[in-house]
Structures are given as structure tokens and as C-alpha cells.
């Protein structure tokens, strides 16, 4: 069963410019949350979505972020016209249910660098 | 908002030593669950105990939630412990973790 799947790796991008994350949940989990990870800092709190929906977008800075899950196909994770303080290490998780009662299993993250 | 401190930030351990890491949390939680995030970044779930006590191999953890603490113990810590751990917990209500600032654990040869 393969774990939560993120890509890029690693992602590069000019000021201004659109980056797209990408994150394909472990097969029979439908709830995804991204996270977002300064250097030396734990993870935030982004977005929470099930299939089509979005449920919890407290942690969303309200401009140029948005995010999506289709009914087929990976989650996206959209940031526009990206400035140098978007540069951060974003995560995936997924889980079967709400979390309060599962584990979390986290993908390997998308390391953003704005230059 | 909810408060979680980890403690201590930093850990340096000889090889073969045990440790215990500390996560107070200010309010009443449903869930709780232990990461390791390693050198390559990489977070992996270690536990979700909400309460009570685990094992697996040579980490166990211990939830008090009336007191509002839990204990993340390694023994016999190996190179590859190190790495940050962080401590997450999620109150009734919420939709999400939030973080502790973790426990950065240094083992050394």
C-alpha cells in the first residue's frame, strides 16, 4: 500500500510566478491537510479537504493561496504570484476519517525555494 | 488558541542512552500523536495516544490527559533517532493538529 504521495520533491520558482503541489492520498483515505513548514519551525495548519470539498480553510492566507481535491485525481495545493515567504517545506497528510480518531501519515513534502 | 511546549528543545545523547521528551498541552485534547521528523525531512507517526500507554520496539509513550502532559520515552537511542520529534494534539472541535515546536535529539556515536 503505497504512503502518501507529493510531488515535486523540491520546487523552484522566480517571484511571481505560480507554483502547483501536488498530493495523491493513501489509496482508501479520502480526508487530506496541508501543512506548511518555515525553517526551524513546526508545521501549521492550512486546509483541510474531503473529495470535492473543502472543509477547514482556517490556516489559508487569505490571498494567492488556494487549494482543491477533485473527485479524481491528486489534491492541488496552488500558490499564486509567490513571494520569497512562501518559501517553506508544504505537506500532505491523509487519513481514513476525521483526525481526531486516526493517525496522520504525512507524504514526503514539497520543499518550495522562491528566489 | 491551544498551547503545546516541548521540552527540552534540544537533546544531545551518547549512543546507548535513554531519554524522555515532554509535551504539556493547555486544554483538553481528543487526540494526540508523536512525530519524527528525520534529517532528510521526512515525518513519520510514531504514536496516537490520545491516552493510556504504548510500545513499539524500543519508544513507548504516555498520555496523562487529565494532567495535560505526555511522555515520549526512547531507550537504547541509536544514530538514526536523531532528528526532531514533535508532539501534535488536536481538541474536540477542531479539524486539524496543531504542532509543538519539537524536540530537536542528537545521538552521537
Known amino acids: 500500500n503505497a504512503g502518501v504521495m507529493q510531488n515535486p520533491r523540491h520546487l523552484v520558482r522566480r517571484r511571481g510566478q505560480e507554483a502547483r503541489l501536488r498530493c495523491s492520498p493513501m489509496k482508501g483515505h479520502s480526508h487530506v491537510y496541508w501543512y506548511r513548514q518555515l525553517p526551524e519551525e513546526g508545521l501549521k495548519f492550512m486546509v483541510y479537504l474531503q473529495k470535492e470539498n473543502i472543509i477547514d480553510e482556517s490556516g489559508m492566507p487569505k490571498e494567492r493561496f488556494s487549494a482543491e481535491f477533485p473527485k479524481e485525481g491528486p489534491s492541488i495545493l496552488r500558490i499564486q504570484q509567490v513571494v520569497r515567504g512562501d518559501s517553506a517545506a508544504y505537506f500532505c497528510?491523509?487519513?481514513?476519517?476525521?483526525?481526531?480518531?486516526?493517525?496522520?501519515?504525512f507524504g514526503n513534502g514539497t520543499r518550495l525555494t522562491v528566489t | 488558541g491551544i498551547q503545546v511546549e516541548q521540552s527540552p528543545p534540544d537533546l544531545i545523547l551518547q549512543e546507548g542512552a535513554n531519554s524522555t521528551l515532554r509535551c504539556n498541552f493547555s486544554?483538553?485534547?481528543?487526540?494526540l500523536q508523536w512525530f519524527h521528523q528525520n534529517p532528510w525531512g521526512q515525518l513519520i507517526n510514531l504514536f496516537y495516544?490520545?491516552?493510556g500507554t504504548k510500545q513499539n520496539g524500543r519508544l513507548s509513550a504516555t498520555t496523562v490527559a487529565t494532567e495535560r502532559y505526555s511522555l515520549l520515552y526512547i531507550s537504547s537511542s541509536q544514530t538514526t533517532d536523531s532528528g526532531v520529534y514533535f508532539c501534535?494534539?488536536?481538541?474536540?472541535?477542531?479539524?486539524?493538529?496543531?504542532f509543538g515546536t519539537g524536540t530537536r535529539l542528537t545521538v552521537i556515536p
Open positions: 486544554d483538553s485534547v481528543n487526540n
Open positions: 497528510a491523509s487519513s481514513p476519517n476525521r483526525a481526531y480518531n486516526s493517525p496522520l501519515h
Open positions: 495516544i490520545p491516552s
Open positions: 501534535a494534539v488536536e481538541r474536540g472541535g477542531a479539524n486539524n493538529l496543531f
